[in-house]
């Protein structure tokens, strides 16, 4: 099992810097333990002009039947001779993948206290790997490296024997890469697409495979146009881990989307405490006010955008007058708990064909949310930073469209009646600003012109003389004129 790595350079950034890269000098000829054999790293050139490492991994396949235990192909053979002979030694594989990790563990993590700005600029590379399993053939080789980056990309096919060309091609291909790429993203691309092209580890695939994955996939597995599969091949086609996968990869996609931290993005579950309002009492007439305000409106298809944990979603399939109810988060973890919250898996085909839950994000349009009778946006644009807002408002009352739309969002100048909230202070950790009233009634005014509303004021919570209500909810309708726009 053979692997070479190949870099240029000239008299003033010598190839030999690939050395210090690597953590492995040139001069030597180095050997490593590991768990089903010995890997070797030796240098065949290296020159100021051109540097190439190989990785050359012997396989022993006593120790890889030992410890396989029956896992995997190599462990899981078709007959007893299989177990000694087979192409473990030949064939970059996933140890191939466990190789690398183990050898070459700073250079993956893109470290190098030697020479830090080179590990940080990207290098002419040339990779080969003589011998590389590919199910799904050159094809597939040229659509999982073809988005990474290379400049080129070559896949060989391997005939099954020169000598007898009618036996056609073997499931092996010459793979060769070609680019300018950092080090540390091109060997995290093989750790993950070795196996993957593979598909088969030799070893038992845990929950924590998810981490590594998305480890080595950061920065190029989000955007993939083949992540599913890759996903899928990686753990194994676990589907369990692979969902978790695929959740965590969407969030990092709508992150970068943003531009802001996976941890901002995914903040609709307190770690810390129930994201309930404390007294709970008011949770409760919010959602009461909510719901009078739907009734009221005669809607019985509905979205409620925002629903962290599903309180409100679990009041509405209460009411057999909502007939369709989304749930719609841009957190999976919250679906997730609304899902136990609701008992989805127990629940009768009849009542759960009135609920959906869905992935989304406010702030940009979705068409799935088009032709609903109103939408509920409760204690949701405070979490949003105030450039966000004008996004949001395009994407529910600009593209959306229901005909009923109901904010709620806490009256700022409340907040003195709350005795164990300091002065100075917001309601809930996340919260970009609170409002006034004013405030409050100038952006839904300016709102409801935009877009064809009416817009009517409900205070929610004890209507303080002085500060008014701890919750201020707003109820918008669609015109009469907007009505007819829209149906046309």
């Not at 462990?75 to 030694?89: H, K």
């Not at 941890?263 to 770690?271: G, H, L, M, R, Y």
């Not at 009041?315 to 989805?344: H, N, P, Q």
């Not at 994407?395 to 229901?402: I, L, S």
Request: aromatic share 6%; net charge negative.
């Amino acid at each position: 099992m053979f692997l070479t790595i190949t870099t240029t350079g000239t008299p003033e950034r010598p190839a030999t810097d690939l050395g210090y890269l690597l953590h492995k000098h040139p001069e030597k000829a180095q050997a490593f333990s590991t768990s089903h054999g010995t890997a070797h790293v030796l240098y065949p050139e290296a020159t100021a002009e051109r540097c190439t490492a190989a990785l050359l991994l012997e396989v022993d396949p006593i120790a890889l039947v030992r410890r396989g235990q029956g896992k995997g192909r190599g462990g899981a053979p078709d007959s007893a001779l299989a177990q000694y002979v087979n192409d473990r030694p030949y064939a970059a594989s996933s140890l191939m993948s466990v190789a690398l990790s183990t050898v070459f563990k700073s250079a993956l993590r893109g470290v190098c206290n030697a020479l830090p700005e080179r590990a940080e600029e990207p290098l002419p590379l040339r990779i080969e790997i003589p011998a590389l399993p590919a199910r799904g053939g050159a094809d597939l080789v040229h659509k999982l490296f073809g988005p990474l980056g290379w400049d080129s990309v070559s896949a060989e096919p391997v005939m099954l024997d020169e000598e007898f060309p009618e036996w056609g091609e073997s499931r092996y291909v010459r793979l060769v890469l070609d680019g300018e790429l950092r080090l540390a993203d091109a060997l995290r691309q093989l750790y993950v697409l070795l196996p993957v092209l593979d598909d088969a580890k030799h070893y038992w695939v845990a929950p924590d495979e998810v981490d590594k994955l998305l480890r080595a996939g950061d920065g190029w597995l989000a955007d993939h146009p083949e992540q599913k599969l890759i996903t899928s091949r990686y753990l194994s086609r676990r589907w369990g881990l692979t969902r978790q996968a695929m959740e965590r990869l969407e969030l990092v996609r709508l992150a970068e989307a943003d531009d802001i931290a996976v941890e901002a993005i995914d903040n609709a579950v307190d770690e810390t405490s129930d994201t309930e309002e404390r007294p709970v009492p008011l949770a409760v007439q919010r959602r009461d006010a909510i719901l009078t305000a739907l009734t009221a409106a005669g809607a019985s298809r509905v979205l409620d955008l925002g629903c962290g944990q599903g309180q409100l979603v679990q009041e509405l399939l209460k009411d057999v007058r909502f007939t369709e109810i989304v749930g719609v988060d841009v957190s999976m973890r919250a679906l997730t708990i609304a899902a136990r919250r609701l008992r989805l898996e127990r629940m009768g085909e009849r009542q759960a064909g009135r609920i959906t839950l869905m992935q989304g994000s406010l702030a940009y349009t979705d068409k799935r949310l088009k032709g609903y009778d109103a939408a509920v946006l409760s204690e949701v644009i405070e979490h949003l930073d105030l450039p966000r807002l004008p996004a949001l408002e395009y994407a529910v009352f600009g593209a959306a469209r229901p005909r009923t739309v109901v904010v709620t969002t806490p009256n700022v100048e409340y907040n003195v009646r709350w005795e164990t909230l300091p002065a100075g202070h917001v309601r809930h950790g996340d919260h970009r600003f609170e409002w006034t009233r004013a405030e409050f009634r100038d952006w839904a005014g300016s709102v409801a012109e935009r877009h064809g509303y009416g817009v009517e004021f409900v205070p929610v919570g004890p209507d303080d003389a002085e500060v008014g209500p701890p919750t201020q909810m707003a109820v918008f309708e669609m015109t009469k004129t907007a009505k007819e726009a829209n149906a046309a």
